[in-house]
């Protein structure tokens, strides 16, 4: 039973740093998962913000950057905006099927 | 402009079916490969299937909960992607998505699944 696991939430300061995480069990996360992150707001659909590890989409802001580091994918948001503020998820490809991560509530406060 | 509208959600007793409908415009649907994914009331996203293009082989893969029990298939004549519910249970009960290679969503459909 694959899972992948997200900090459950996060408080950052507005215009400060905050990195998210996406962890798979067992084994590490690589490039061959093709991690992409979404942003969701309440009552709304998710909202794709990187795909295949750190490429953007052309809505993407530039505050926001993907990595894989330390056998994890990473998401972290430069310089925070208050409308930062949402739940944020990792997809992982696992080779005919994908698993989300459990998400990351992060706060501005 | 990408268009995706889910229909087809409502209440169903559990053991039910029921058939969710995908309606797609602002591209050419033929080529893409689409999924189908659901959310909980108050919980995280879960991936539900995916369907690849005709000309990628047309096959499907399901999620583990629902394999055997859902399908997804696609009319591309009409542009619309489906997900037949069959054996539907209470845990079953969610806001149903459909997407366009990650980056375009639709509102969702919801379905409750309750006696």
């Known amino acids: 039973q694959t899972v992948v696991t997200q900090e459950p939430s996060l408080t950052v300061s507005p215009g400060g740093t905050v990195t998210l995480t996406c962890a798979s069990s067992?084994?590490?996360?690589?490039?061959?998962?093709?991690p992409y992150w979404f942003q969701q707001k309440p009552g709304q659909p998710p909202r794709a913000l990187i795909y295949s590890t750190s490429n953007k989409y052309s809505w993407t802001p530039a505050r926001f950057s993907g990595s894989l580091l330390g056998g994890k994918a990473v998401l972290t948001l430069s310089g925070v905006q208050p409308e930062d503020e949402a739940e944020y998820y990792c997809?992982?490809?696992?080779?005919?099927?994908?698993?989300f991560g459990t998400g990351t509530k992060v706060t501005v406060l | 402009e990408v268009q995706l509208v889910e229909s087809g959600g409502g209440l169903v007793k559990p053991g039910g079916s029921l058939r969710l409908s995908c309606a797609a415009s602002g591209f050419t649907f033929t080529n893409v490969w689409m999924s189908w994914v659901r959310q909980a009331p108050g919980k995280g996203l879960e991936w539900v299937g995916r369907?690849?293009?005709?000309?990628?082989?047309?096959?499907?893969d399901h999620a583990a909960p629902v394999k055997g029990r859902f399908t997804i298939s696609r009319d591309d004549s009409k542009n619309t992607l489906y997900l037949q519910m069959n054996s539907l249970k209470n845990e079953d009960t969610a806001v149903y998505y459909c997407?366009?290679?990650?980056?375009?969503w639709g509102q969702g459909t919801l379905v409750t699944v309750s006696s």
């Open positions: 997809l992982l490809y696992y080779g005919g099927a994908y698993v």
């Open positions: 997407t366009k290679g990650w980056e375009s």
């Open positions: 369907i690849k293009s005709k000309i990628d082989g047309g096959t499907t």
């Open positions: 067992p084994g590490a996360v690589s490039s061959g998962h093709y």
